[in-house]
C-alpha cells in the first residue's frame, strides 16, 4: 500500500504502518501545496482500509478494483479541485498512448469530478442536481467509450456551474446520517479543501469529527492547516505533502502522466500547460477581455464596478471567475512578482465576492463596489468562504 505515493516515503511509512497496528485516527489533514498527492494519497487510504489482503499494489480484489475505478460505494468526497487540467493532462496520456496504466488515469481524473455528484451530496439541492445530470452523464459517456476529445472543457463547465468548492450544511449532515447507517465495509469521507472550508459546514463537520460513527473515517486535504478553523483542526491528526523535489516531480510526470519528454520540470507547470486551453471554459472572448481590463484597472488603483457585467447574477458570476482565472494566471507570471502581494489581495477579494454572488444571491455591481471600497480603506479579505 502507499506504494505509488511518489517522493513522500517518510508520509507513506507513517501511513501504511497507523493501517497495518490499526491506530490511524479516525479524521485526519493531509495538508500541503496543489499536486503534492494528497487525493491520491486519500484514496489510497480508503483502498487500505477496505482491502482485506493488506492492499498489495496489484490487488485483484473486488473492493480494490472499485476503488481503482472510483466506484466503491464506501468512499464520497466533496469539495472542489483543478478537475480541467487534470482530465486535459489524463486525455493527453490517453492520447499519446493506450495503454491499461492511461486508461485508468483517465477514468480516475473524470470519476473524480463525477463521483461528486451522489445523490446524497445534493440533499436539499435536487432542482440543482437535475439541472446538472446531463453534463454529469455526458462526461460518463465519454470515459465509456474514452473519447478523450472536448472531456477537459465539458469539467470545466460542469464544475463552474455546480461551485464544488461550497460544501453546504445539507450535505454534511447527510453525510453523517449516512456514515451512521452499518455496513460491511469501512466508510471514508474525503473533504477536499482548495481554499478554505466555509464555516457553517465546518461546524457541522465538527460535530461528526468529535464523536465519529463506528468504521468511519474522514480525510481532509487542504493547502495549509489555516484552510480550517481551529476547533476542528484541533481534531485532526495531521499528516504533511511538502515540495516534492523536482526529480520526484519529472517522475510523476513521467511515470503517472505517461510524458518523459514534457518541458515541464514541476507538476504545477505540468498541469497549468495541460489546462491553459480550457482555463476560462465557458467564458466568451469579451467577458475574458473585460476581466482582464478590470482586473489590469484594479491593481492600478482604478477598479470600476459598473465594468461588472449586470444583466444578471449568471454573467455577474461568470465575469468573477474570469477575473479569478486573470489573477491566477498574473501570479504565474515572473514579470509581475513584484506584484504578488496586491494580486493575491484582489484575488482573495474577488474569491469572495464570487461566493456572495453565487451562494447570497448578491448584486454582483455592489459586490464589485463594496469590495473597492475595502481596499481602497486598506481592508484585509475574508479568510474563509467557500
Given at each position: 500500500?502507499?506504494?505509488?505515493?511518489?517522493?513522500?516515503?517518510?508520509?507513506?511509512?507513517?501511513?501504511?504502518?497507523?493501517?497495518?497496528?490499526?491506530?490511524?485516527?479516525?479524521?485526519?489533514?493531509?495538508?500541503?501545496?496543489?499536486?503534492?498527492?494528497?487525493?491520491?494519497?486519500?484514496?489510497?487510504?480508503?483502498?487500505?482500509?477496505?482491502?482485506?489482503?493488506?492492499?498489495?499494489?496489484?490487488?485483484?480484489?473486488?473492493?480494490?478494483?472499485?476503488?481503482?475505478?472510483?466506484?466503491?460505494?464506501?468512499?464520497?468526497?466533496?469539495?472542489?479541485?483543478?478537475?480541467?487540467?487534470?482530465?486535459?493532462?489524463?486525455?493527453?496520456?490517453?492520447?499519446?498512448?493506450?495503454?491499461?496504466?492511461?486508461?485508468?488515469?483517465?477514468?480516475?481524473?473524470?470519476?473524480?469530478?463525477?463521483?461528486?455528484?451522489?445523490?446524497?451530496?445534493?440533499?436539499?439541492?435536487?432542482?440543482?442536481?437535475?439541472?446538472?445530470?446531463?453534463?454529469?452523464?455526458?462526461?460518463?459517456?465519454?470515459?465509456?467509450?474514452?473519447?478523450?476529445?472536448?472531456?477537459?472543457?465539458?469539467?470545466?463547465?460542469?464544475?463552474?456551474?455546480?461551485?464544488?468548492?461550497?460544501?453546504?450544511?445539507?450535505?454534511?449532515?447527510?453525510?453523517?446520517?449516512?456514515?451512521?447507517?452499518?455496513?460491511?465495509?469501512?466508510?471514508?469521507?474525503?473533504?477536499?479543501?482548495?481554499?478554505?472550508?466555509?464555516?457553517?459546514?465546518?461546524?457541522?463537520?465538527?460535530?461528526?469529527?468529535?464523536?465519529?460513527?463506528?468504521?468511519?473515517?474522514?480525510?481532509?486535504t487542504a493547502p495549509s492547516s489555516?484552510?480550517?478553523?481551529?476547533?476542528?483542526?484541533?481534531?485532526?491528526?495531521?499528516?504533511?505533502?511538502?515540495?516534492?523535489?523536482?526529480?520526484?516531480?519529472?517522475?510523476?510526470?513521467?511515470?503517472?502522466?505517461?510524458?518523459?519528454?514534457?518541458?515541464?520540470?514541476?507538476?504545477?507547470?505540468?498541469?497549468?500547460?495541460?489546462?491553459?486551453?480550457?482555463?476560462?471554459?465557458?467564458?466568451?472572448?469579451?467577458l475574458r477581455r473585460a476581466a482582464?481590463?478590470?482586473?489590469?484597472?484594479?491593481?492600478?488603483?482604478?477598479?470600476?464596478?459598473?465594468?461588472?457585467?449586470?444583466?444578471?447574477?449568471?454573467?455577474?458570476?461568470?465575469?468573477?471567475?474570469?477575473?479569478?482565472?486573470?489573477?491566477?494566471?498574473?501570479?504565474?507570471?515572473?514579470?509581475?512578482a513584484a506584484e504578488v502581494q496586491?494580486?493575491?489581495?484582489?484575488?482573495?477579494?474577488?474569491?469572495?465576492?464570487?461566493?456572495?454572488?453565487?451562494?447570497?444571491?448578491?448584486?454582483?455591481?455592489?459586490?464589485?463596489?463594496?469590495?473597492?471600497?475595502?481596499?481602497?480603506?486598506?481592508?484585509?479579505?475574508?479568510?474563509?468562504?467557500?
Amino acid at each position: 500500500m502507499f506504494d505509488g505515493l511518489i517522493g513522500h516515503d517518510v508520509t507513506a511509512a507513517r501511513l501504511r504502518d497507523a493501517v497495518r497496528d490499526g491506530s490511524l485516527a479516525p479524521a485526519v489533514l493531509f495538508e500541503g501545496p496543489p499536486a503534492a498527492g494528497k487525493l491520491t494519497a486519500a484514496l489510497e487510504l480508503g483502498r487500505a482500509l477496505n482491502c482485506a489482503a493488506g492492499a498489495p499494489p496489484d490487488c485483484r480484489c473486488a473492493s480494490c478494483g472499485n476503488h481503482r475505478a472510483l466506484q466503491d460505494p464506501h468512499v464520497l468526497t466533496v469539495g472542489g479541485r483543478d478537475f480541467a487540467a487534470e482530465i486535459a493532462a489524463a486525455s493527453a496520456a490517453l492520447s499519446r498512448s493506450p495503454a491499461p496504466a492511461s486508461r485508468e488515469l483517465f477514468v480516475r481524473s473524470v470519476r473524480a469530478l463525477t463521483r461528486r455528484f451522489d445523490d446524497l451530496l445534493w440533499t436539499g439541492s435536487e432542482p440543482r442536481l437535475r439541472r446538472l445530470r446531463s453534463r454529469v452523464a455526458d462526461l460518463e459517456d465519454r470515459l465509456e467509450r474514452s473519447r478523450t476529445g472536448g472531456a477537459a472543457d465539458a469539467a470545466a463547465e460542469l464544475a463552474r456551474a455546480a461551485n464544488l468548492e461550497a460544501v453546504s450544511v445539507n450535505a454534511v449532515r447527510a453525510i453523517e446520517t449516512w456514515a451512521r447507517v452499518a455496513t460491511p465495509g469501512v466508510k471514508v469521507i474525503i473533504v477536499e479543501v482548495r481554499r478554505w472550508l466555509p464555516e457553517p459546514a465546518s461546524n457541522a463537520l465538527l460535530r461528526t469529527v468529535e464523536e465519529p460513527p463506528r468504521r468511519t473515517h474522514f480525510i481532509f486535504t487542504a493547502p495549509s492547516s489555516q484552510a480550517l478553523i481551529p476547533t476542528l483542526l484541533s481534531r485532526l491528526a495531521r499528516y504533511r505533502f511538502g515540495d516534492r523535489s523536482r526529480a520526484d516531480q519529472r517522475r510523476v510526470i513521467a511515470e503517472v502522466f505517461g510524458d518523459p519528454q514534457a518541458a515541464a520540470t514541476t507538476i504545477a507547470d505540468y498541469l497549468a500547460a495541460a489546462g491553459a486551453a480550457v482555463a476560462s471554459a465557458g467564458a466568451s472572448d469579451d467577458l475574458r477581455r473585460a476581466a482582464a481590463r478590470f482586473c489590469d484597472a484594479a491593481l492600478a488603483g482604478g477598479a470600476d464596478a459598473a465594468a461588472v457585467p449586470t444583466a444578471d447574477r449568471d454573467a455577474g458570476f461568470a465575469f468573477l471567475q474570469a477575473c479569478s482565472e486573470r489573477l491566477r494566471a498574473l501570479l504565474r507570471s515572473p514579470a509581475r512578482a513584484a506584484e504578488v502581494q496586491r494580486i493575491e489581495r484582489w484575488y482573495r477579494f474577488l474569491d469572495d465576492a464570487a461566493w456572495r454572488v453565487k451562494t447570497m444571491n448578491m448584486s454582483p455591481e455592489a459586490t464589485i463596489a463594496d469590495i473597492a471600497r475595502r481596499m481602497a480603506a486598506g481592508g484585509d479579505p475574508p479568510m474563509r468562504r467557500w
